[in-house]
């Protein structure tokens, strides 16, 4: 049952992009292998993996497509590590709030696993952001992203709480898995799917596959009605403060061959939102909630993605924490 106050943690950041280019290659496998297998926890339907910064301090990151830079939610957790602080930053989140300001951190070493990478930056956020304060009872201390995904082929099986990085062409998943074009656009991952709402026609639409986002979907654009606004409450939180909307009840929605019908989503109607939405050509987002009873695959060098429903039922998904 849909609770009638609505929190859903949803990750949609706006962060420069500042230096991610020039480290996807830093990351390598340190001991000869193809493959890493990481356990993850699920917390609110978000994949939580254990990163060591520096050889020293293990913390637990979202591991986030929707995100370009590493970011570590609070200079806090970076103390007693050897880096290098740099420039101070400030920049415009998603959500109703002011400016998100950071500090870049530079000549990093992140191990995931038998996966290392050096000399990376990575974003501080400022003490007063309030985003830390969303994460802080989870035991969340940042996000890492677009890095990895561009490095390896990453599969993130949610049903049985495992993330496999592998090097390309390695692992062949056409047999076992529902395939379809992947479009990066901006360092995020893009698809196509159908879907109906408000009794009206089944549309294609284009959506970002956002494992940031702990809901089933966000919607915005053209699909915003008087009728959704009138029910305007906080539904989500971006970097930048809290995101208005209301809930929906999607009547069917599908991906390749799998379909499910009577899902909850959520409608946003911050201007923000819809206007990026509106800039990269897409309609929303699909959220880990959605993909509970299933394994996903991103290869961003093929523009490939996969899928696999791995739990019998074909209605496992969630709109809430």
Known sequence: MLKTQLLTIALLWAVPNLYVHSQTYS???IDNKQ??????????SLPVIEVTINKKKKLNFILDTGMRTTIVFSKRYMKGLDYKPGREIEFAGVGNGGL???????????????????????LILGENQGIKKSFKNLGIHG??????????VVEIDYYNKMISFCEHGYFDFEDVYEQMPLLIQDTKPHI?????????DKDCVRLMLDTGSSTTMLLGGHHKSEEHLAKNKTVAVGLSGKISG????????????FKMKNIP????????????????????SLGGGMFLAYAIVFDYARSHFYIKRQHPSTNRVVVSL
């Open 100 to 122: 998100v300001r950071g500090r870049i951190a530079s000549d990093i070493t992140i191990n995931i696993g038998n996966i290392e990478g050096d000399g990376l930056s990575l």
């Open 27 to 29: 990351y390598r496998f």
């Open 143 to 152: 996000i890492i992203g677009y890095e990895l995904f561009a490095r390896f």
């Open 265 to 284: 989503a959520l409608m946003v109607s911050s201007s923000d939102f819809m206007e990026n939405n509106r800039a990269n050509e897409r309609i929303g």
């Open 246 to 257: 209301s809930i929906v009840n999607l009547e069917e929605f599908e991906i390749k061959s």
């Open 192 to 200: 196509y799917a159908a879907l109906k709402l408000d009794g009206k």
């Open 35 to 44: 493959v890493a297998e990481v356990p993850m926890k699920l917390i609110n």
